[in-house]
């Protein structure tokens, strides 16, 4: 986010700003990799976590993200910029990851950003139609209407329909 403090807008009215969106990181991708694996259920949102390896525990929750995606909200402000959210989610085993996609999507929301959740296909650690401790897997659909897939639509997908 900080990346938006310094940034100069080009000359164009049609350009799209996005930003990625994972914070904290360690709660977003707990137990994704061998560096995190002892992570996996451990860290709960709101809560206090991390940010990286070492650093202090800080409570996370919705004021928090909010100041975490403030650079970039100036920077909409500033120069009038339309700002896609590009990718943003959180593993299905991370306890509180509904609240933490709620507070995510309504924060978008209230700035009028676009977004793009990360990600419903692929492998289905990501995957929303997944229960936290399904098996891993490529399948496209997992078949289950879970918290955070009614939280995607609820919060996001049926409030802007074309």
């Known amino acids: 986010m900080n990346g938006y403090v ?11 700003y996005s930003v990625h ?5 360690y709660y977003t991708h707990q137990g994704i ?6 992570l996996k259920g451990k860290l709960i949102y709101p809560g206090e976590m991390q940010v990286l390896e070492g650093s202090p525990k800080i409570r996370w929750d919705k004021e928090k993200l909010r100041k975490n995606l403030a650079p970039v909200r100036a ?9 896609l959210v ?3 989610g959180v593993l299905r085993w991370a306890p509180g990851s509904a609240q933490w996609l709620t507070d995510a999507i309504s924060l978008f929301e209230e700035y009028g950003w676009s977004w793009c959740y990360y990600s419903y296909g692929n492998w289905n650690g990501w995957n929303p139609s997944y229960d936290p401790d399904d098996v891993p897997s490529n399948e496209m659909n997992g078949g289950k209407v879970t918290d955070r897939l009614r939280v995607l639509i609820k919060e996001g997908w049926s409030r802007n329909k074309l």
Not at 6 to 13: A, E, F
Not at 21 to 25: N, R
């Open 6 to 16: 310094d940034l100069r807008p080009v000359d164009d009215r049609k350009a799209i």
């Open 33 to 38: 990799d061998s560096s995190r694996v002892h």
């Open 86 to 88: 590009g990718e943003f």
């Open 21 to 25: 969106f994972y914070a904290p990181h």
């Open 75 to 83: 920077f909409q402000k500033k120069h009038n910029a339309k700002i």
